[in-house]
């Protein structure tokens, strides 16, 4: 595993805690949307508490570039938070990234340095303004309106994924019957590979999105936590049932063959199985937030 990757994985069997460099500091882990691939990225970051909001910084210990996360949440402020919590375990949230700028960010980013001088020492080490982002938490609690907007929008995503989908079907089948003379294979096979990854990624970053919004519903609607205990339990056979498709998917396009059934009939378990993942979603979510499930 990479360094990243190993305090993560630290991070996240002891409720929140590393040791190393690290011990004793407050850490969060943040996962954000690649801005050119979409693939969901993942970070480990030291924060502070300020009232009900988190401040990271993008320090990069000091180093001339912005951290890539950093990039990341400017062009899609949607930022998944991990932190230890007292019930003993790591738990999501869904929060929305806010760069904070002039005296409000100088005065936070001067209280961190107080607090670890390390921060200091990072500033005085480059050129560049050391951004202070603050990661508000979703709150299901406050505005009718909003979450009219979420149940929405969750609408949205399924219908784009179920677009994408079909897609992906359209292209498996195009690849499995030739594509035509004027289509050579290792093309087709090039592509399909380049819409397997599109629809891979974008799945995972709105799976890793809904386990931190999970997490508000969870608070506000007690109610639902059966649902979404099984919801948690789906995102995890989904990605497992991708994983199998790809396996599938780089047998039967490679050079000495494959099963095409079993690739059109692995297909068509992953697409039976989100649609029973998006049904069954739609119909409990959706009413809490006071949206109609689509007809």
Not at 121 to 132: A, C, D, F, G, S
Not at 208 to 217: H, L, P, V, Y
Not at 218 to 240: N, S
Request: glycine share 8%; charged share 30%.
């Amino acid at each position: 595993m990479s360094w990243n990757e190993r305090i993560i994985k630290e991070f996240r069997e002891n409720n929140g805690k590393v040791g190393g460099m690290f011990e004793g500091a407050p850490m969060v882990v943040l996962t954000t949307a690649g801005r050119r691939t979409g693939k969901p990225h993942t970070n480990p970051a030291i924060y502070l508490r300020d009232g009900g909001r988190y401040l990271v910084f993008a320090s990069n210990l000091g180093n001339p570039e912005h951290p890539d996360w950093f990039h990341n949440l400017v062009a899609s402020p949607q930022v998944t938070l991990e932190i230890g919590t007292d019930e003993g375990r790591v738990k999501p949230f869904a929060t929305r990234a806010v760069v904070l700028e002039g005296e409000e960010r100088d005065r936070l980013y001067e209280l961190q340095s107080t607090i670890s001088p390390a921060f200091r020492e990072y500033q005085e080490k480059t050129t560049r303004v050391i951004p202070v982002v603050a990661l508000h938490p979703l709150d299901l609690s406050t505005d009718n309106e909003r979450n009219k907007m979420i149940g929405r929008q969750l609408i949205i995503h399924h219908n784009e994924l179920r677009t994408e989908l079909a897609e992906l079907r359209a292209a498996v089948e195009a690849a499995l019957d030739g594509g035509g003379a004027d289509r050579p294979a290792a093309d087709l096979t090039r592509q399909l590979h380049r819409r397997c990854l599109t629809f891979c990624y974008g799945l995972q970053m709105h799976h890793t999105r809904e386990d931190g919004s999970f997490t508000a519903f969870e608070q506000q609607f007690p109610h639902l936590a059966p649902a979404i205990t099984r919801l948690r339990e789906e995102h995890k056979v989904v990605e497992q049932a991708l994983a199998r498709l790809e396996e599938v998917l780089e047998r039967a396009l490679a050079a000495e063959g494959g099963d095409v059934a079993e690739l059109r009939a692995e297909l068509d378990r992953a697409i039976n199985g989100l649609e029973e993942h998006f049904a069954y979603e739609e119909e409990h979510l959706l009413p809490a937030l006071d949206v109609p499930r689509p007809s």
